[in-house]
């Protein structure tokens, strides 16, 4: 089975709103919050989400290094075959988290990681050439679904180091190399 860890905001993970921004990292086994719909998706294709590590927006961006820090450890210990950074949706700062932590998993700990959000979010253009970024809706709702389904692919394919195909053929956004 492959082992997947996703990241998620306080939003996301269904902790609180704007209000608990500055929620330090912490972890919790299993999936949680969005994660339940992806889970099922993974599920079909031989992987599942054994934990979900969560920051706040403002905590993560305030003290970047520390916060990458903390919950990388958090990742290694779940053992993790792939990391999942969203999906982040047209969330601004959480887009900007997703793409760090992303971009410090892969070219730090060697760690196959991506992110998940929409064209308007301001980390797409600003890691897209990084790191692999998932097209998702703006927010929940139409075309969530078929977003969530690329990103079961997708984590299965880098979790087993199968080859990548074309923006096209995966959902991610182009990248210039």
């Not at 958090?74 to 047209?90: E, H, Q």
């Given at each position: 089975?492959?082992?997947?860890?996703?990241?998620?905001?306080q939003?996301q993970?269904?902790?609180?709103?704007?209000?608990?921004?500055?929620?330090?990292?912490q972890?919790?086994?299993?999936?949680?919050?969005?994660?339940?719909?992806?889970?099922?998706?993974?599920?079909?294709?031989?992987?599942?989400?054994?934990?979900?590590?969560?920051?706040?927006?403002?905590?993560?961006?305030?003290?970047?290094?520390?916060?990458?820090?903390?919950?990388?450890?958090?990742?290694?210990?779940?053992?993790?075959?792939?990391?999942?950074?969203?999906?982040?949706?047209?969330?601004?700062?959480?887009?900007?988290?997703?793409?760090?932590?992303?971009s410090y998993?892969?070219?730090?700990l060697d760690?196959?990681?991506?992110?998940?959000?929409?064209?308007?979010?301001?980390?797409?253009?600003?890691?897209?050439?990084?790191?692999?970024?998932?097209?998702?809706?703006?927010?929940?709702?139409?075309?969530?679904?078929?977003?969530l389904?690329?990103m079961?692919?997708?984590?299965?394919?880098?979790?087993?180091?199968?080859?990548?195909?074309?923006?096209?053929?995966e959902?991610?956004?182009?990248?210039?190399?």
């Amino acid at each position: 089975m492959i082992r997947v860890v996703q990241f998620l905001n306080q939003i996301q993970s269904g902790m609180g709103g704007d209000e608990s921004m500055d929620i330090k990292p912490q972890s919790q086994r299993g999936a949680v919050g969005m994660g339940m719909l992806l889970k099922t998706m993974l599920m079909k294709k031989g992987a599942d989400i054994v934990g979900t590590v969560i920051c706040g927006d403002n905590y993560f961006l305030r003290n970047k290094a520390s916060a990458m820090k903390e919950l990388s450890d958090m990742v290694i210990s779940y053992k993790a075959d792939v990391v999942i950074c969203g999906p982040a949706l047209n969330h601004k700062r959480f887009g900007e988290c997703c793409g760090y932590f992303a971009s410090y998993m892969t070219e730090q700990l060697d760690t196959p990681a991506f992110a998940a959000m929409s064209k308007e979010s301001t980390g797409t253009p600003a890691f897209k050439d990084k790191v692999y970024i998932i097209e998702t809706p703006n927010v929940g709702g139409s075309g969530l679904n078929t977003s969530l389904r690329k990103m079961a692919d997708f984590a299965v394919k880098m979790a087993s180091k199968t080859e990548i195909g074309t923006a096209e053929e995966e959902g991610y956004f182009p990248q210039k190399k």
